[in-house]
């Protein structure tokens, strides 16, 4: 089994810089602009359906709405939330960081159905080989990346993109495998020594580009594809030793990990999902209000941690990653605005989504709640509601973050317009 | 028949020429495609010989059991179904770690459709048979006829008095599609149709019309029953959905609701969906007749043919397909709707074989053939933790490899990626470690790979031996024939060579050779 040095944690580098002895250090520096072709992404997806209500939407004065007997109304840096004495994280995070925050409300994902939302949130359409929005970012990024697209968890939808998709499997399996980490060998005494592995993996390189050098005009997509990859897997196992995939047990060790993905140059966006499992933790069909409050408060509190190493690692593009980064937090679908008769709150089709740092205007909100408990429509760039407008939907939501990534969005989504109110 | 299978191979001249490496290419095609495992050394000698031999044997190998165990991975790209995310959590599992449970649970299904090919049975018996498939781990807890001690995978029967209708009443297929309340089937009845007639009622863009509140349940059914937008689509799914209430579990980790058979609910579909049984368009009665209605659709046997078609060509059916689906589709009824003969025409097929181009686009092997051609050719069967690593995911490596996890990944890798490139690496350090291995404490008569050296010669001693062992695994690994002093087996010489100049280690050297062989980007690329 090759061994190397042990992974780099940073939160373990920053130490408890979190404690308030060290809020200095979070202090913003100041901000510099990065070009939409610099800008990368981090996706945090909540699996199973969150509640707005919880959060984001405001639905105290709208008999159809169940709110927490103690939520009260909050504000911070003009972006309204909601506050609850369980959930100090979230206000935490508001206070912090709402004036780099936009948030959109009553956006349509036109579906009750998980599977059907997943797809739908991430690509826009219904059907499963489209392609989500972190791979055709990721891509775009081209042969910068050797994992363009690195997906921690969640669904993934590469379609066209695959080539540009590396997932990490659920249980970081491809730690495992970028290592060569073997199992019978390993236990049978017969690994390949180091120079062994070496002459090896030399004569695997001149075979490779033999095959390469066969390449013309006419030759399949397949080979081309192969080349690609295998320069792409050649640079995962020179990072191998800095990635601690096989130890992702929460969201924190995948924030970790998807900081020190971007900062190593690795990957342009990077695809988180809560819980790390990737099951549907969120779908709160019984006891809505301990469910979304446990998994609201892990959510913000390590969105906080998110932010914070964003904040101390240093970009590549501009003096630290937060400025060059967006993060994208989302989910599939929202929840019914009352409660059923076993305290949960089942499917609904409007939801919220919130995007924070690069490139977007902060302390905005877009788009609101009517008294139905559905999505107004609304002027794309001013974010106002009006009975003229677009109704607010994923293709709205796809065409806002490739349109950030300086990617053009109507071949992905067709005619909808970006969200100009929320990018700066 | 001769004919068609002569046009199918694109020999509508029988004398046309078939050079030898040309015969091989397309015998590794269609072994690869069928088997998941590559042509022996005899049979590509037969089809050197003969290039028409290969009708014969593409004959022969949908015959063969690991075309049966390939159709099982082929149709989870339909299915969905075997994968560790199963929503069902019944409490009574008895195994320590549920998960290969869950997974052998999705199985059910799949392993019905390969029962269906393995007896060479209509294909309407996935819709109509009175049997499932369970092995000990099913036949332990679902309520069928299980004898005492039976291992693996057999036919039986449901004892709960389910009615006979195949897939239909498989726990397998609903503990994938759950189901709740509001939902009240209509996920399932959903799945039935895009699994059993193509037709997903999710590829419609779904119109919310902004005038029907959707926090008026009244509003609501009224909406489903009379707007225009939602009629469309509920006035045929909500009869389908009707059907199931016999799988309607109200607790998800009861530790009987979901292994039984219901039907005492199976009139809920009053109160919680207002449409009575039906299928397309017509009332049934329930479940018992659902099956019959879905064989006599006359989308289930073109779906079947574009799905078998799909499956093998690897890519979404095209309109230009239209003329090949209708002839493939004409001869599949006219032979008894056998999935052998379908899929054998679809193989030998010149869009799927590659004959009707100059330069045929190479085929990327699936995860699960990644595992079985490598474990027929060393004898090394890659589990992890009781399953296959390249057919499961909480430990195993399928998504990596490209395959299909079910729930989270419904699509599988056409194309190489650098994972696919990773996970082959160290199935190939695996394999070779575990072949040297085995096969040095084995006499030269019972090996799979190194018939020919003793691990005893060097190019001093024996070079010439050492040549012939290189051009034989070349050509059962890469299934190419090569010189024995041409530039292939002088590569693997030199590599030979420096890897035994490290320390002597014979086995070590032999070990690298195959491990490089297993790496090649032609066994990935076919």
């Known amino acids: 089994m090759r061994r190397g040095l042990p992974p780099i944690s940073r939160r373990g580098l920053l130490g408890s810089a979190l404690g308030a002895g060290a809020a200095s250090m979070l202090a913003p520096p100041a901000r510099a602009s990065v070009s939409p072709a610099e800008r990368k992404f981090i ?85 499963d080989s489209g392609s989500d929005w972190a791979a055709i970012l990721g891509a775009a990024g081209g042969s910068n990346y050797v994992a363009p697209c690195l997906v921690l968890g969640g669904p993934s939808f590469p379609g066209v993109n695959l080539p540009s998709v590396v997932l990490s499997g659920s249980s970081g399996q491809l730690t495992t495998v970028a290592a060569g980490t073997t199992t019978w060998a390993s236990a049978n005494g017969q690994d390949l020594k180091v120079p062994a592995r070496q002459r090896l993996d030399a004569y695997m390189s001149r075979r490779v580009q033999a095959f390469g050098s066969s390449l013309t005009d006419t030759s399949s997509t397949q080979v081309r594809d192969y080349m690609i990859a295998h320069q792409q897997a050649e640079g995962i196992k020179g990072l191998r030793h800095q990635l601690a995939l096989s130890s992702i047990a929460n969201l924190s060790d995948a924030c970790d990990i998807a900081v020190t993905a971007l900062q190593l140059g690795m990957s342009r966006t990077v695809m988180l999902c809560s819980p790390v499992t990737g099951l549907r933790d969120w779908d709160s069909h019984t006891s809505n209000d301990d469910l979304q409050n446990v998994m609201f408060t892990d959510l913000f509190e390590n969105l906080l941690l998110l932010m914070f190493l964003l904040e101390a690692t240093p970009g590549r593009s ?107 | 028949m001769v004919g068609l299978l002569l046009t199918l191979v694109g020999c509508a001249d029988p004398a046309a020429e078939v050079s030898p490496q040309e015969a091989v290419r397309r015998l590794v095609r269609v072994s690869l495609d069928l088997r998941g495992v590559r042509p022996t050394e005899a049979e590509i000698e037969q089809v050197e010989a003969d290039p028409a031999a290969i009708e014969a ?48 649970v999705g199985q059910e299904p799949l392993q019905i459709v ?15 048979g009175d049997w499932t498939m369970a092995e000990e781990h099913l036949g332990e807890t679902f309520p069928v006829e299980w004898p005492e001690g039976q291992t693996g995978w057999h036919k039986t029967r449901y004892t709960d008095g389910r009615p006979a209708v195949g897939v239909l009443a498989a726990n397998g297929l609903w503990w994938r599609y ?43 059914r009224d909406a489903i029953s009379n707007d225009p937008t939602c009629v469309g689509c509920h006035s045929s799914l909500d009869p389908i959905a009707s059907n199931l209430f016999g799988f309607y579990w109200s607790n998800f980790t009861s530790a009987t609701e979901g292994l039984t058979y219901h039907e005492e609910k199976e009139t809920m579909w009053g109160s919680l969906v207002g449409a009575h049984p039906g299928w397309a368009g017509r009332e049934i009665s329930g479940l018992s007749e659902l099956g019959p209605a879905i064989a006599a659709d006359p989308r289930f046997v073109p779906c079947a043919v574009s799905q078998a ?67 027929q050719l060393t004898g090394f069967a890659w589990e992890v933790e009781g399953l296959p690593v390249l057919q499961s995911d909480v430990k195993g490596l399928r998504g990596l490899a490209g395959g299909v996890e079910g729930v989270l990944i419904k699509q599988p890798a056409l194309r190489p990626s650098s994972t696919i490139l990773l996970v082959m690496e160290l199935l190939a350090a695996e394999s070779s470690a575990y072949a ?25 001693s024996d070079e010439t031996a050492m040549r012939e062992q290189m051009q034989s695994l070349y050509l059962r690994i890469l299934s190419r024939r090569t010189e024995v002093d041409g530039p292939e087996v002088n590569a693997l010489m030199e590599l030979w060579s420096s890897l035994h100049d490290i320390d002597g280690d014979i086995p070590g050297a032999w070990r690298g050779v195959l491990d490089a062989l297993f790496r090649d980007p032609t066994f990935l690329l076919y």
């Open chain 1, 43 to 127: 996706f945090v997806y909540a699996v199973g359906g969150w509640d707005p209500t919880r959060v984001f939407a405001d639905g105290f004065d709208n008999p159809l709405v169940d709110m927490e007997d103690r939520a009260e109304r909050a504000s911070a840096s003009g972006l309204d939330y909601i506050a609850y004495p369980e959930r100090p994280a979230v206000s935490d995070f508001f206070e912090r960081y709402a004036s780099k925050t936009a948030v959109i409300q009553g956006l349509l994902v036109p579906s009750i159905a998980h599977e059907a939302c997943f797809i739908l949130s991430m690509t826009g359409s219904f059907s």
């Open chain 1, 318 to 424: 501009a003096p630290t990653l937060a400025e060059e980064t967006t993060v994208v937090v989302f989910s599939e679908m929202g929840r019914t605005p009352w409660r059923n008769d076993a305290g949960g709150k089942d499917h609904w089709p409007h939801t919220s989504a919130m995007l924070v740092g690069s490139g977007i205007r902060g302390g905005v909100t877009v788009g609101g709640w009517d008294e139905s408990w559905q999505g107004y429509p609304v002027d794309p760039a001013t974010g106002e509601a009006t009975e003229s407008g677009v109704a607010l939907g994923c293709a709205s939501l796809g065409a806002t973050l490739l349109t950030l990534g300086d990617v053009d969005p109507v071949p992905w989504v067709g005619d909808a317009a970006p969200l100009e109110a929320v990018i700066a």
């Open chain 2, 57 to 104: 044997l593409t004959a022969e190998f949908v015959t063969d059991e690991r075309f049966f165990a390939h159709l099982v991975q082929l149709y989870q790209e339909i299915y969905l179904s075997e994968t560790e995310g199963i929503d069902l959590r019944p409490s009574n599992v008895p195994y320590d770690d549920a998960k290969p449970y869950y997974w052998l």
């Open chain 2, 114 to 128: 390969g029962q269906v090919a393995r007896e060479d049975l209509p294909y309407t018996e996935v819709v109509t």
């Open chain 2, 178 to 220: 759950t189901t709740t309340e509001a939902n009240a089937n209509r996920r399932r009845a959903n799945a039935l149709s895009r699994i059993l007639v193509c037709h997903n009622y999710l590829d419609r863009p779904i119109v919310f019309a902004a005038d029907i509140p959707l926090t008026d349940d009244a509003a609501v």
């Open chain 2, 309 to 375: 078609w799909s499956l093998m060509a690897r890519r979404k059916v095209t309109p230009e397909d239209a003329a090949t689906l209708e002839t493939l589709t004409d001869d599949f009824v006219t032979g008894g709707l056998k999935l052998r003969t379908l899929y054998r025409d679809i193989a030998l097929h010149p869009n799927v074989l590659g004959t009707d181009t100059e330069n045929p686009e190479a085929r990327l092997l699936r995860p699960d053939a990644i595992g079985t051609a490598v474990e």
């Open chain 2, 436 to 460: 040297v291995t085995t096969e040095q404490a084995l006499p030269a008569a019972e090996r799979r790979l190194f018939t020919g050296i003793d691990f005893t010669e060097t190019p001093a």
